[in-house]
């Protein structure tokens, strides 16, 4: 079956770094563009970064920009997410989402279910 497990998350002070890694199986992970999202209290869920299936391609929030980076090891199923100069606005749950890029698996998606990542002092 399809998985999508995060890891990574914590407790770091503002300015901190982390780093979460999703772990994908149950699907070919190399035909699916990965994305990270994240979910604060009483917020809508938004779009952190995104990466191409080849791992050519990659956009980010505005608000993450230089300071956050997307990268992907297709010999290991695994996307991560590298988190420096940390804010507490950064607080929120972070998920993994897969989407299908290429042809015979378009309109695929699949989500993990969350890591905490909690800045503060």
């Known amino acids: 079956q399809v998985q999508l497990v995060e890891s990574g998350g914590g407790l770091v002070q503002p300015g901190g770094s982390l780093r979460l890694s999703c772990a994908a199986s149950g699907f070919t992970f190399s035909a699916y563009a990965m994305s990270w999202y994240r979910q604060a209290p009483g917020k809508e869920r938004e779009l952190v970064a995104r990466?191409?299936?080849?791992?050519?391609?990659?956009t980010y929030a505005d608000s993450v920009k230089g300071r956050f980076t997307i990268s992907r090891d297709n010999a290991k199923n695994t996307v991560y997410l590298q988190m420096n100069s940390l804010k507490p606005e950064d607080t929120a749950v972070y998920y993994c989402k897969a989407i299908g890029e290429r042809v015979g698996v378009l309109g695929n998606d699949y989500w993990g279910q969350g890591t905490q990542v909690t800045v503060s002092s």
């Open positions: 990466i191409s299936s080849t791992g050519g391609r990659k």
